[in-house]
Nanobody
Framework: QVQVVESGGGLVQAGGSLTLSCTAS????????MGWFRQAPGKEREAVSC????????YYADSVKGRFTISRDNAKNTLYLQMNSLKPEDTAMYYC?????????????????WGQGTQVTVSS
């Protein structure tokens, strides 16, 4: 069966950096668009950054542009999110997801497989 597993979350001070990783198994990784979503308490889950199966198209939410970088290694079935200049408002549970559909404005409903999430907490 398909498994999606995130890692790399933690507690960091404002201005610091973290790198999230996500491995997916049980699927043909390079057939899938991959995405990072986040959800803060009391808020909707939102798309942070997504990348097309080939890696040649990416999406970033306006709030993270210039600070976060998404990448994928299809040989390792792994997705990454490099997060720099972190802010307290980046605090959330971060989820990795896989889907077969690519849109220029990704929707969470397009992603079929989800991980359990990894917590990112940024202190001020």
């Amino acid at each position: 069966q398909v498994q999606v597993v995130e890692s790399g979350g933690g507690l960091v001070q404002a201005g610091g950096s973290l790198t999230l990783s996500c491995t997916a198994s049980g699927l043909t990784f390079n057939d899938y668009a991959m995405g990072w979503f986040r959800q803060a308490p009391g808020k909707e889950r939102e798309a942070v950054s997504c990348i097309k199966w080939s890696g040649d198209r990416t999406y970033y939410a306006d709030s993270v542009k210039g600070r976060f970088t998404i990448s994928r290694d299809n040989a390792k079935n792994t997705l990454y999110l490099q997060m720099n200049s972190l802010k307290p408002e980046d605090t959330a549970m971060y989820y990795c997801a896989a889907g077969l559909l690519w849109r220029s404005l990704p929707l969470k409903d397009d992603f079929r497989y989800w991980g359990q999430g990894t917590q990112v907490t940024v202190s001020s």
